[in-house]
């Protein structure tokens, strides 16, 4: 069950061939009651500097739900 408060921030550092990736998983409260908000963001260093790629989904609860 997610909390209807705060963000919920997983940050999680990975290596892969000697460069190091950091994963952030941020989930807030939807536009309403049966939706949650995820984005999720990598960011890392390489030759051209710093980088990052963000995604973002909305997830819905709507079975028998009146409002979605």
């Not at 460069?19 to 908000?37: L, M, P």
């Not at 973002?56 to 009146?66: H, P, Q």
Request: charged residues 10%.
């Amino acid at each position: 069950t997610l909390s209807n408060s705060s963000p919920n921030i997983c940050p999680e550092t990975i290596v892969l061939n000697q460069n190091s990736f950091t994963r952030e998983i941020n989930i807030t409260d939807g536009s309403n009651a049966n939706q949650k908000s995820v984005t999720v963001t990598v960011r890392w260093v390489d030759s051209g500097g710093s980088q990052s790629v963000s995604n973002k989904t909305v997830l819905s609860n709507c079975i028998g739900a009146s409002t979605c």
